[in-house]
């Protein structure tokens, strides 16, 4: 009898498992993954800056 039991029990864990596995989401695809390079020699000087707000200014216009 103590037998029967454990292999009751077995099967009921197994099956409340199984179906908190088959419950869960597959994983959403994540965005695409974006990496930009800042080029820190193009703003030496004076105008460096400015001359980057004005081109990014032109680029959005």
């Not at 099956?15 to 930009?36: D, E, L, N």
Request: hydrophobic share 55%; no cysteine; net charge neutral.
């Amino acid at each position: 009898m103590k037998r029967f039991s454990f292999i009751a029990v077995s099967f009921i864990f197994a099956a409340i498992t199984a179906v908190s596995a088959f419950g869960q989401t597959a994983a959403q695809p994540s965005a695409p993954f974006k990496m930009a390079v800042i080029n820190t020699e193009a703003f030496d000087g004076t105008d460096g800056i400015t001359r980057y707000a004005t081109a990014m200014n032109a680029l959005e216009a």
